[in-house]
């Protein structure tokens, strides 16, 4: 269940209906990220992730699997506003679902969402700001 207090992170769904967040203390190590264990956790008892949605302030996106592997984190980009001259920081939330043919991206930060397709391999997060290919804003 998605907590109204928490203003960004994740919450995953497992093909068994065990639900996971960010914060669940579970996924809480020294080696490696919550969502990379709950990937090994879901690895070791044979289970997929089926759902994730992701938050931040008042956007969210849900990816479904529907078969495929699901990913998600953050990233930050930064790009020069020419009218103004000065650097502009933009940190969005992610979550990536990876077809054979297209990766589909949900992306959001504290105003818009964003789905983006790019080819496979994209490992890194586009930015929705400064992307020529296939984008579609949702909010």
């Not at 939330?93 to 959001?108: A, L, S």
Request: hydrophobic content about 35%; aromatic content about 10%.
């Amino acid at each position: 269940m998605l907590s109204n207090l928490r203003l960004e992170g994740w919450h995953a769904v497992l093909s068994n209906g065990d639900e996971f967040d960010d914060n669940s203390p579970i996924l809480q190590t020294d080696n490696r990220s919550p969502w990379r264990e709950l990937e090994r956790i879901a690895s070791e008892r044979n289970l997929s992730i089926v759902s994730v949605t992701i938050f931040k302030w008042t956007q969210r996106i849900t990816f479904e699997s529907n078969g495929y592997k699901l990913v998600t984190g953050t990233a930050t980009h930064s790009r020069i506003n020419l009218s103004q001259g000065k650097s502009i920081v933009a940190n969005y939330r992610w979550v990536r679902r990876e077809k054979e043919n297209v990766w589909e991206w949900g992306i959001c930060n504290n105003i818009n969402s964003w789905i983006i397709e790019t080819p496979p391999g994209v490992e890194m997060c586009p930015d929705p700001y400064d992307y020529n290919g296939v984008q579609y804003a949702i909010s």
